[in-house]
């Protein structure tokens, strides 16, 4: 296999990675349905997608894992001499094997989109306890007051935010894309990356530090819904 083959793999793996992580939000999103539709007990149906989600963190961190051991591996083959490249699947396989014994379930709940999955639900909860035996059109004014008092615009962007993320340090929102390229950015330049929401002593946001905030999505475009209708 040549290595054009081999960044080729990686690059469908890549687009596979994307496509679980939608899949993962669409889980989410039918989650929180199902637990604002009551508010005495949990519905069996969210078990079994919180299971889904695990299994879905599960592979994502496993391609994780893989992409990065063939990234490794074919950088030290491509140093040595043609021949290496035969050895290339038997050292990618042994290494990857390795890693992947070292791993925990556990540590699956501290994935980004299972942490986001698991508060979306309690959000969701407690805003089904707290709701009222209001009509429908009552209950829908009072969405549409919550909705005008949050701030839906990125401090990045100064727009409208399409893929809201929750710093789990300071509690502040951006835009995924933006703050994750601000991220980059500084540390390509050896520099850590400030809150960008003025005032913010947060001096160090970090990837990990960022939560997908499901809840403040279904907000926005609820009332974008509602702007369209007026």
């Not at 009552?138 to 399409?162: K, R, Y």
């Not at 999505?217 to 974008?224: A, F, H, L, V």
């Amino acid at each position: 296999m040549s290595l054009s083959a081999v960044h080729g793999t990686l690059s469908s793996l890549k687009s596979c990675q994307a496509d679980i992580g939608t899949g993962m939000d669409i889980v989410t999103d039918v989650a929180m349905d199902l637990a604002e539709a009551q508010d005495d007990e949990m519905n069996p149906g969210i078990k079994e997608m919180e299971a889904m989600i695990l299994e879905c963190a599960k592979l994502d961190r496993e391609i994780n894992y893989f992409v990065d051991v063939v990234q490794q591996v074919t950088a030290e083959v491509a140093t040595q001499q043609p021949e290496a490249m035969f050895s290339l699947s038997a050292k990618v396989k042994e290494q990857f094997t390795e890693r992947i014994a070292q791993l925990s379930d556990a540590d699956l709940h501290t994935h980004q989109k299972v942490m986001a999955f698991k508060e979306s639900v309690k959000n969701s909860f407690k805003q089904a306890n707290q709701e009222s035996a209001e009509s429908m059109e009552e209950l829908d004014e009072d969405i549409a007051v919550t909705q005008s008092q949050v701030n839906f615009t990125c401090p990045l962007t100064q727009v409208e935010m399409v893929n809201p993320v929750k710093n789990k340090k300071c509690n502040h929102h951006y835009d995924e894309a933006a703050i994750l390229s601000l991220i980059k950015t500084r540390r390509s330049q050896k520099k850590k990356c400030r809150c960008p929401v003025v005032g913010c002593g947060n001096t160090d946001v970090k990837d990990s530090d960022l939560i997908p905030d499901q809840m403040l999505r279904r907000r926005i475009q609820s009332y974008k819904r509602q702007n369209n209708r007026t």
